[in-house]
C-alpha cells in the first residue's frame, strides 16, 4: 500500500510539473503577444489615415486582434485546457488573415510607405510574430510531453482521480 502510495504522489508531481512546463511556455507566447499588441494600436492609428479607402479591412484587423487578446487572457489563465488552446488558435488565424490583408495594402501604397512611424510599428508587428512562431513550439512541445506523460499506464489511471485533462496545441 505504501508503494502505491509512493507512486501515486510521484507521479502526480511529475504531472504538475509538465504542467508548470505548459504555463511556462504558455508565458513565452505571452510575451511575444504583448509585443505585437503595443505595436498593433499606433499602427493601426498610423494607416487610417493612408488607407482612409480600406477602412474596412482596417476595423476586420482590430476586431480580429480584440478577439485574439480576448482568447490569449483566457488561455493565460488555464493554458493546460485544450479547448482554451483550440479557441486561441481559430483567433490567431482569423488575425493572421486580417493583417495579412492589411499588410499587402499598405505594401503597395505610396502614402504608407511615407507615412511616419507605421515602418517602425510595422517592424515590431513583424518581430514578435517571428518570436510568438518559436514561443508556440515551445508550447507545443511542452504540451505534448505532457499529453505523452498522462497517457501513459499506470499514470493514466490518476487522470480522471485528479482531473488531468489533455493540453491544446498551439
Known amino acids: 500500500m505504501a508503494v502505491l502510495v509512493l507512486w501515486m504522489v510521484g507521479a502526480y508531481n511529475r ?3 509538465l504542467r508548470d512546463a505548459i504555463k511556462q511556455a504558455w508565458a513565452k507566447v505571452d510575451d511575444a ?3 505585437r499588441a503595443a505595436a498593433a494600436d499606433p499602427l493601426l492609428g498610423d494607416l487610417r489615415a493612408p488607407l482612409a479607402a480600406e477602412q474596412g479591412a482596417l476595423d476586420r484587423l482590430q476586431a480580429a486582434h480584440q478577439e485574439a487578446a480576448r482568447a490569449a ?3 493565460g489563465a488555464l493554458p493546460v485546457v485544450e479547448a482554451h488552446a483550440t479557441a486561441w488558435v481559430g483567433t490567431e488565424a482569423a488575425l493572421a488573415a486580417a493583417a495579412s490583408r492589411v499588410f499587402a495594402l499598405a505594401e503597395y501604397s505610396d502614402e504608407v510607405r511615407q507615412a511616419p512611424g507605421v515602418q517602425a510599428h510595422a517592424t515590431v508587428w513583424r518581430e514578435a510574430q517571428a518570436r510568438l512562431v518559436f514561443a508556440r513550439q515551445l508550447f507545443n512541445e511542452a504540451a505534448e510531453e505532457y499529453n505523452a506523460a498522462i497517457a501513459l499506464f499506470p ?3 490518476l487522470v480522471p482521480i485528479f482531473r488531468f485533462g489533455p493540453a491544446g496545441r498551439l
Open 155 to 157: 499514470t493514466r489511471l
Open 33 to 35: 503577444l504583448r509585443q
Open 73 to 75: 487572457a483566457v488561455m
Open 15 to 17: 504531472l504538475m510539473g
